[in-house]
């Protein structure tokens, strides 16, 4: 999805919740949507800091609710450490190792894996929405 339609779909969440589009919103989802990664509220809060001195970390974490509400982003909670966020769109469907030391994030997509996923849902008769395969272990640097 390019960001352009990611803007629209934010923009017209917000309208639809009655909220305002303000240009704090507009320079947080910018400053996301620019981020390519997994970034926390913190380091989204910092991007944002260094552009806008005067947007405030409550400000971004609530943004950040509102563009994972409206499926512009993704909240990946690993345990007790902090909630990351990556683009939902313009990112196809992919699956994450996830290393337990550093805490880094491998994106993978392995079409064995999908078709696995539809046959077993298949073989139970069961429809599936959406899924998430996160596979924790030590990554190379780490092992």
Request: aromatic share 6%; hydrophobic share 30%.
């Amino acid at each position: 999805m390019s960001s352009e339609k990611a803007k629209n779909i934010f923009t017209d969440y917000l309208s639809k919740k009655g909220l305002r589009n303000t240009w704090q919103r507009l320079s947080i989802l910018d400053t996301f949507l620019s981020s390519g990664g997994h970034i926390t509220a913190d380091e989204l809060y910092n991007a944002v800091k260094r552009k806008h001195s005067d947007i405030g970390s409550a400000t971004v974490h609530r943004n950040l609710k509102l563009m994972s509400e409206c499926g512009v982003a993704d909240e990946i909670k690993i345990g007790n450490k902090k909630t990351r966020y990556e683009q939902k769109y313009g990112h196809g469907h992919h699956d994450h190792l996830i290393c337990t030391k550093c805490g880094k994030f491998i994106e993978v997509h392995n079409d064995k894996i999908e078709r696995l996923q539809e046959k077993l849902a298949e073989a139970n008769d069961f429809i599936p929405q959406r899924h998430k395969l996160e596979i924790y272990g030590l990554c190379k640097k780490c092992k």
